[in-house]
């Protein structure tokens, strides 16, 4: 059993950064693969980042290419989301989620473990 805590969601001007933070429990969580969904008001849950158990194979979506970075320190069961050159569009609820396959998916029913959610709101 995995249970997943995000943190470092807030209200930040356009142009700016946050750091979203994934904190997990369980012994195995370093064997698992973690991604990063959001959901914007009235918009589906969509994929944003993810990351495999070593760090050696990360997926973005292109929406956030070249600005977001997902990494991890299995040390400290921690997930992390560097979100730099925001947009208003990136406002929504991010969510991270944690699944025991190897190789990183990015569709939401491939996951079994889901964190409450934190929000990051930017304003233009």
């Known amino acids: 059993q995995v249970q997943l805590v995000e943190s470092g969601g807030g209200l930040v001007q356009a142009g700016g950064s946050l750091r979203l933070s994934c904190a997990a429990s369980?012994?195995?969580?370093?064997?698992?693969?973690v991604s990063w969904f959001r959901q914007a008001p009235g918009k589906e849950r969509e994929f944003v980042a993810g990351?495999?158990?070593?760090?050696?194979?990360?997926y973005y979506a292109d929406s956030v290419k070249g600005r977001f970075t997902i990494s991890r320190d299995n040390a400290k069961n921690t997930v992390y989301l560097q979100m730099n050159s925001l947009k208003s569009e990136d406002t929504a609820v991010y969510y991270c989620?944690?699944?025991?396959?190897?190789?990183?998916?990015?569709?939401?029913?491939?996951?079994?473990?889901w964190g409450q959610g934190t929000q990051v709101t930017v304003s233009s």
């Open positions: 989620a944690a699944d025991r396959r190897v190789v990183v998916v990015t569709t939401l029913r491939h996951y079994d473990y």
């Open positions: 369980g012994r195995t969580f370093s064997s698992y693969i």
């Open positions: 990351i495999n158990w070593s760090g050696a194979s990360i």
